[in-house]
């Protein structure tokens, strides 16, 4: 066996050949290559967890983080998950080639418009091994190749997780170039792929903000933005004290390290002697640290002065800001100023009041009396989900498998010129 | 009356102020502001067509070419072209508040999808005032605030115009300030532009291939690619003569300027002796220069030698290239190699060749026997044209007003939360 060595470019150009190939595989094929991936990381489950240990081995004496370790960490129980995340994608309705739209022109020319692949997904993550696969399965279900970049943290398992997608692959008749990695050219492996306009069609980063911040501002390839969640719930001068309790509590307890956790709670002062006192209790007891204005101190006990710095943090733990506001159009403007765009709702019994905080906050998914973590594409009852875009360009909230589309004009005619 | 010295930054910032309330008209109030938008253009004619004079002055002086002095030139007829543009844009519907998903939760959270404006549109654009015209009101039907660079050839008839737009407004109730331009800044107008990420939500480029690829390297701000068309059409063998002929006659020569006009036409070996003489005197006669291979040379006179520079080239001019291939693969691969990704077409009687085309030319129009002259918003029946998207990302194609609008989830619940 010779060794090839092969570029990040040469890669990338490897993974644009195989995407003509898995842009026109069949519903059929690309639901059984997903079975067969799943079965093939279910039978290598001992040289995944083999490599997993390097990874944490490594990780350990670096000095990587237990909660990093954690996510890291990959063991059967967590292999099998794994697969059958790979099976649930198998199972999701193709969504290539929806007709979309449809119109005939005077002279008789047929205009379709249908769902096409992108052609080359690019993934920028952070030692999550789930991600590794999730989005390589959810690009091939969607007719995508994909190149992964996903850190030095997870090089052994990710490097194992793609050896075994793409002998699965092979194994299946289809090009398994469709999956690859830059993770061995580390730092420049992901500049080459934040440059590769032209080779790669849309770059999915997922993690940190900072991560994401990069990548946004570095790349040249058109970057769907999943972001951080600065999340508001503004408990309004009508919120019913149950609603208000249970939603906000759910909100942030839940589980507080994702981005659809709430970080920051506005309440109006017509409500704030009423609803203050048992909502911090209600998060106290469940071991919330809420940093409070002047106000909100005022009015519960344990509260730690807040920093302009707490409106714009998002906090990812059991840590939680609260304000009390004049009214709706301070609530408002506090969340023009420090909302990431991604969820905030009202609690509300005043119908008015609910419109226009649905009309007037510009982010991914407002809501009404609902809990801010009802943002996820399970949720939302998609099946799967890329990512939770909090950009406005081509998807905006969760982001199922047609946003991992593109669409193409097909005309048909017969001779038809223009006059 | 003071004067305000305002930065470039000060007025994308009035603008993303002014997109608020600008987002929140109603389809009658910004169809009636386009109305007095239109009326104030014409009642102003003498003005703008003044103004005009000056930079045509200027341009004469400094050199510009006749075309671009053609481009930039406004009198009473024009003037009034540019005002009845806006009223078509006036009367087309309101691209805002369609509900485009709908779905209740299993727990009855209501979830609605619906579209919403960008918020602040960006345009870079070069010496043409229609340009002003036309995205400021497409910018304001679809609710958007814009901010224009319009290039300095026409810096004074775009401040012109921009100033009658704004009267009209402000006449209106209209926030002005909804209507910005950072001309007056230069090009580190544009550069502040390009880096307005958070306050810029989308910028559209129109212009030369070197101006979108600036655009497309140095911004922040999400793009949508307008772009050059080295636009393709294969003479497949099966091809019936007439069509062959009066297709490359029409796609060439109807417009040549335009990037739907075809540049590379390729003709399958087996139809290139009865085609090629036929097709290319008719070029001749209408007076393009054919720059043929050596295939397409020997049969035709008057052939200019092709340079591997030529398949490349988007002429926009009464020049066209032209090769013969072996077969479909071989023209595939060809455009593959130089398309743009904009808009070929095959022509042919073989149903197979037609369909195998359509599916694998990865192009936003992909046509089989009709001109690709027909790839424009107003012949595909959308009434106005923002421009025609060449990349994969939120739009493709022809852009109509509801390609200048994003989307939000509303959801509406009585207290759920997540479990």
Redesign the interface.
């Known amino acids: 066996m010779t060794t090839t060595v092969l570029s990040a470019r040469d890669r990338m150009l490897r993974a644009q050949s195989a995407a003509?190939s898995v842009g026109?595989l069949s519903d059929r094929a690309k639901s059984t290559a997903l079975q067969a991936i799943a079965d093939a990381i279910e039978a290598a489950t001992d040289d995944i967890v083999a490599a997993n240990a390097e990874d944490l081995a490594r990780g350990a004496e670096s000095g990587l983080s237990i909660g990093l370790q954690d996510r890291l960490r990959l063991d059967a129980t967590r292999v099998s998950a794994l697969a059958a995340a790979v099976r649930d994608v198998a199972e999701l309705p193709d969504p290539v080639g929806r007709v979309l739209d449809r119109?005939t022109?005077a002279n008789g020319?047929e205009?379709t418009?249908v769902s096409?692949p992108?052609?080359v997904v690019g993934s920028i993550y952070e030692a999550r091994p789930n991600v590794t696969v999730d989005i390589a399965a959810l690009a091939l279900r969607s007719g995508n190749a994909v190149v992964l970049r996903g850190g030095t943290a997870a090089e052994k398992t990710n490097a194992a997780l793609i050896a075994v997608m793409r002998a699965a692959l092979a194994a299946e008749g289809i090009d398994p170039e469709a999956i690859q990695t830059v993770d061995e050219f580390g730092r420049e492996g992901a500049r080459e792929l934040m440059q590769a306009?032209g080779i790669v069609?849309?770059l999915v980063p997922r993690g940190s903000a900072q991560l994401i911040e990069t990548v946004?501002?570095e790349s040249?390839v058109?970057?769907?933005e999943t972001g951080a969640g600065v999340v508001h719930i503004l408990l309004d001068a009508t919120a019913?004290l149950?609603?208000a309790r249970?939603?906000v509590?759910?909100?942030k307890v839940?589980r507080p390290s994702v981005c659809n956790a709430v970080e920051t709670v506005l309440v109006h002062r017509d409500a704030a002697e009423r609803l203050v006192g048992p909502v911090v209790g209600a998060l106290q007891e469940r071991g919330v640290t809420v940093h409070g204005d002047a106000a909100v101190a005022a009015l519960a006990s344990g509260i730690v002065p807040a920093t302009d710095a707490d409106w714009a943090t998002e906090h990812l733990s059991l840590e939680l800001s609260m304000r009390v506001v004049d009214d709706l159009d301070e609530a408002l403007e506090h969340i023009r100023q420090y909302s990431t765009h991604h969820t905030e709702?009202i609690i509300t019994q005043d119908d008015a009041a609910?419109e226009r905080f649905?009309?007037?906050v510009?982010?991914?998914?407002?809501?009404?009396?609902?809990?801010t973590?009802?943002?996820d594409g399970a949720?939302?009852?998609f099946g799967a989900e890329v990512g939770i875009s909090t950009?406005?360009?081509?998807a905006?909230?969760?982001m199922g498998l047609p946003e991992l589309t593109?669409?193409?004009?097909?005309?048909?005619?017969?001779?038809?010129?223009?006059v």
């Open positions: 003509r026109l119109r022109l020319v205009l418009k096409v992108f052609g306009r069609d849309v946004v501002t040249s058109p970057v769907i019913p149950e609603w249970e939603i509590v759910n909100a839940q709702s609910a649905l009309a007037e510009d982010s991914a998914v407002v809501m009404a009396n609902a809990s973590r009802f943002t949720e939302f009852g950009q406005k360009l081509h905006r909230g969760p593109s669409t193409k004009w097909l005309a048909r005619g017969s001779g038809q010129v223009r």
